[in-house]
């Protein structure tokens, strides 16, 4: 190593062994984020059924079995092919089990119990093994078998009610948030029975699904809704429930998100672009008085905000007042700030010459931010993982 050389990141999950039984979005979304942090994170994959449901999803493909969809969410990761319902294939999984520190996957509630892979089924092989089952609606309940996706939990469990305009249609999210909050959540409960079973030895069954999840994304309009009774329902502007002026703005040339969240914010904003009239206004003196002059405050704003563009009113307010753009997906990626901060890599990949370009990893460790490594094709690892999984002991 010479001297301008940096030592690679040791990311903090090096050594785990995880074992994953996974599809789309939400459970291989966990995994993603584990892997990235040096995980072995091994996709066991039906060779029959074509592996991951996930690795044709067009419209952008990459030779047979892969697309970009599926490197989106299985980057760094293994795959093992297996048949898991014939005996060979049992034996091979139980053998990785013996090996493993975690069994994981994102099926319906039923099919952990009828596939054994909970906790009960797997602590003979290895009695610390954490088994985690992500799925729609939960296990034990009367919805376990009900297939389930990102957007009607959005719906059922009330959050497109509080989104898009008041006098329009609920609109949902322009991605699956639900399924990249219930992955979130899954890896964070997921590495903490892991400290619990490495401290006691004992592993557990870890729940938790896409309802749960979503439903708790309400929070405060739910405790409003549970204690007062307030509806919260929509805003213009998608202004904020109680805090103003916290809403889209019109600018010269498109849209911007201001966000005065406090009263210091909301004075600075009126002596920066000059409008020290809006701040001797009586009716924007101060929170109470501008939610309760809401209408007149959003004419008011947006008047101001016209006479700029988006770009103008980001080089004055930037630092000083939270104020952002509305962007496109391309503006997005072309943000300045976005390669300042390195949130976009490229990583090697046989079916794209000039590499294939992705966002990096959203986590640094003591300040690197690490590299990223493409996903791999349908049983690329299934000859060394099998050979070496007598070998391997957990930690």
């Known amino acids: 190593m010479t001297e301008t050389q940096s030592p690679a990141p040791r990311r903090p999950l090096t050594g785990v062994r995880v074992l994953t039984l996974e599809h789309f979005g939400a459970g291989p979304y966990a995994t993603l984020l584990m892997a990235e942090l040096g995980a072995e994170v091994i996709k066991i994959e039906s060779p029959s059924l074509g592996g991951d449901a996930s690795r044709p999803t067009g419209p952008y493909l990459l030779g047979e079995h892969d697309s970009q969809y599926f490197q989106t969410f299985s980057r760094h990761k293994k795959s093992v092919a297996l048949e898991l319902k014939t005996p060979e294939g049992r034996a091979a999984f139980d053998r990785l089990v013996a090996s493993a520190e975690m069994v994981v996957g994102n ?77 979130s959540t899954f890896a964070f409960a997921l590495v903490s029975a892991l400290l619990g079973a ?29 204690n007062a009774g307030h509806d919260t329902g929509r805003l213009p502007a998608g202004a904020h429930p109680s805090l103003a002026p916290v809403q889209r703005v019109r600018t010269a040339d498109g849209y911007g998100q201001l966000m005065c969240m406090t009263q210091k914010f909301w004075l600075d904003l009126c002596l920066l672009a000059g409008a020290e009239d809006l701040a001797a206004d009586p009716r924007f003196a101060d929170l109470a008085a501008r939610r309760a002059n809401l209408p007149a405050l959003t004419a008011a704003i947006d008047a101001l905000f016209m006479t700029r563009t988006s770009a103008d009113w980001m080089a004055l307010l930037g630092g000083r007042v939270p104020f952002g753009p509305v962007n496109d997906v391309f503006q997005a990626l072309n943000n300045p700030f976005v390669a300042e901060v390195a949130m976009r890599d490229t990583v090697a990949h046989p079916d794209a010459p000039d590499g294939l370009q992705m966002l990096a990893a959203p986590i640094r460790i003591n300040g690197d931010r690490m590299p990223g490594a493409r996903a791999p094709k349908l049983g690329e690892d299934t000859q060394a993982v099998l050979g070496n999984a007598a070998d391997h002991t957990s930690p």
């Open 107 to 183: 099926l319906r509630g039923d099919q952990p119990e009828k596939l054994g892979l909970t906790y009960e089924a797997l602590k003979a092989i290895n009695p610390a093994i954490v088994c985690g089952h992500l799925s729609a609606y939960g296990r034990g309940n009367s919805r376990e078998a009900w297939p389930g996706y990102d957007y009607p939990m959005q719906a059922e469990c009330g959050l497109m009610s509080l989104t898009g305009e008041p006098d329009g249609p609920p609109s949902r999210m322009g991605v699956s948030i639900i399924d990249f909050m219930t992955g």
């Open 198 to 226: 490495r401290a006691t030895g004992q592993g557990c069954d870890v729940d938790v699904s896409l309802f749960d999840v979503a439903l708790h994304q309400l929070s405060y309009p739910a405790v409003w809704a549970m």
